[in-house]
């Protein structure tokens, strides 16, 4: 396939003695949505956090437009362009929204970038122009979670990975952002989406993985994820007989 | 002097004093930020400056106030020292314990290496003004703590603007709410750290100084500076530098106050026994948002 963004290649992650991912490999093609999906703890953020840096893989490579992160710390991660708006938004809530986005854009390759990224920020999310000077803290959990996003939005990102970001939010919301994210997509933007809400995931993904226990047990098309009768059953149907 | 000159007076030497353990306590809160440990060596490195003011005074003949242009950097210098030295790699660990321990190992080192090199017996430095008074209006205010004053204040905005107003300082402010978060940014937890550790050394220098003008020290007075401005931090609220400081002049007032109507023996127990009230029923601070 033309143009390999991110290849993760057959990595094990350990926390301390417990295996948390087994030989995983996905790849991100340069301007996609690629979709993560599966159960609670399958190990759909460990997989981000290894990604980013924050967790090292014991087994395996990760490379960015063919270049290895191997050894590489967050913040080095970060400057080359992988970025991570983690679940639970972890905002800096004593901060103002300017300040947040401020530090969204602290590495030196996005820096020069600011003004313009400031501009692109506001005009996609109205909201936090009007509330700049505000604490983070002081948002809606709505504006919190576009906050999130503006502030990796910030960094420049060739690859933009959202953890989980519909979580918590009203119906509408959830909306909002599925839209927003297919905005950002249309804008050229390349987004790695760890979703539980697996059906409005995989109606954008153009591709998607399902994570099980630590292992990826299935991959394709989103529509053709969407239509499969075991992923019906396994999750989306689960969720509908619960209700 | 009338019954209210005499408060007057006693308010105005426990804010003086005060502002030594608040600036103190905003080099711990800094510190607290961002690694997450009391820096218990603070007290000892305030000591250690006031004897660099001291061999400078005395050696060398350089002016206490003076001498600030030389300390304030060396300050700054150790601090960030001490972390990449010292602290560099407890830092990365879950467990914080080490990086107190660590801590707590300095302040000994630092201690007993002072008794060896410079004698316990206490120092005082003499200037022309050590002795000079201002008497606005009956009360009695000495220069020299009117200058503690002022140079306490000057310190605790410096840090204030720089936290405020630096691309740093507001990774600082980050980090301490969230360091994995900051490292998202792409920001280095290493050097948020040496700054936070920097700034917390350089406050501990002008408050060497400050303290070196106006009062007698010796190597082991470290440790009670240092628990007394974990009290300041304690009523401030951690994570608030005007917080800090206005906890440390409570704290100094309360001192002063204490052995003015009470006595002397019983300021310090009666301040610790304010501390764990304080703690009892406000455990984020006088002034700290609940958690």
């Known amino acids: 396939m033309a143009n390999q963004l991110l290849e993760v290649k057959g990595i094990d992650v350990f926390y301390g003695d417990g295996q948390a991912l087994w030989d995983v490999s996905i790849t991100v093609e340069e301007g996609a949505i690629v979709a993560l999906v599966g159960a609670n703890g399958a190990g759909k953020t460990t997989l981000l956090k290894t990604i980013s840096g924050l967790i090292h893989a014991r087994k395996g490579e990760i490379l960015l437009s063919g270049k290895s992160l191997s050894n590489l710390k967050p913040q080095e991660i970060v400057d080359r362009g992988i970025i991570h708006v983690p679940e639970g938004r972890r905002l800096f809530s004593n901060l103002t929204v300017l300040e947040n986005l401020k530090l969204g854009a602290y590495v030196p390759r996005a820096r020069p970038f600011f003004a313009e990224s400031l501009e692109r920020v506001f005009s996609l999310f109205p909201a936090l122009k009007t509330r700049k000077d505000q604490k983070a803290g002081s948002l809606s959990g709505g504006e919190q979670q576009m906050l999130a996003i503006a502030r990796g939005i910030m960094a420049q990102p060739k690859l933009l990975m959202l953890d989980e970001p519909s979580l918590g939010l009203s119906p509408i919301l959830v909306k909002t952002i599925f839209e927003l994210i297919s905005a950002l997509n249309e804008q050229k933007a390349t987004i790695l989406l760890v979703e539980q809400n697996i059906t409005q995931a995989l109606k954008i993904a153009h591709r998607a993985y399902v994570l099980k226990t630590g292992e990826i047990v299935m991959s394709g098309r989103g529509d053709e994820l969407l239509a499969n009768e075991e992923i019906r059953k396994a999750y989306i149907g689960e969720r509908v007989s619960k209700r | ?291």
């Open chain 2, 1 to 291: 002097m009338s019954e209210f000159e005499i408060i007057f007076q006693v308010l105005i030497n426990g804010i003086l004093f005060g502002t030594m353990y608040g600036i103190a306590a905003i080099g711990l809160s800094l510190i607290f930020g961002t690694m997450r440990i009391i820096f218990f060596a603070q007290g000892a490195i305030i000591i250690f400056f006031a004897y660099i003011c001291y061999w400078l005074f005395t050696l060398l003949g350089i002016d206490p106030y003076l001498s600030l242009i030389l300390v304030i950097p060396a300050a700054l210098l150790l601090g960030a020292g001490f972390y990449y030295g010292l602290f560099k790699e407890a830092a990365a660990l879950e467990q914080k314990e080490v990086s107190l321990l660590i801590a707590i190992g300095l302040l000994w080192l630092m201690e007993n290496a002072m008794m060896v090199a410079w004698t316990p017996n206490p120092r005082t430095i003499v200037t022309a003004y050590t002795s000079w008074v201002l008497r606005p209006g009956g009360l009695v205010i000495p220069f020299t703590r009117l200058m503690a004053l002022l140079i306490a204040l000057l310190s605790a905005v410096g840090v204030f603007v720089f936290l405020k107003r630096t691309r740093i300082g507001t990774a600082v402010r980050a980090a301490s709410e969230d360091m994995e978060s900051t490292t998202l940014m792409g920001i280095n937890p290493n050097w948020v750290n040496a700054v936070a550790f920097a700034l917390g050394i350089g406050l501990a220098g002008t408050a060497g100084v400050a303290f070196a003008t106006v009062y007698s020290f010796d190597p082991m007075y470290g440790f009670t500076f240092v628990i007394m401005s974990v009290i300041a931090l304690a009523f401030g609220g951690f994570g608030n530098v005007f917080g800090a400081l206005l906890g440390g002049i409570i704290l100094g007032v309360l001192q002063s106050g204490a052995s003015f109507f009470v006595s002397a023996g019983w300021a310090d127990a009666i301040c610790f026994g304010t501390f764990l009230l304080v703690l009892m029923f406000r455990p984020q601070g006088l002034f700290g948002k609940k958690v």
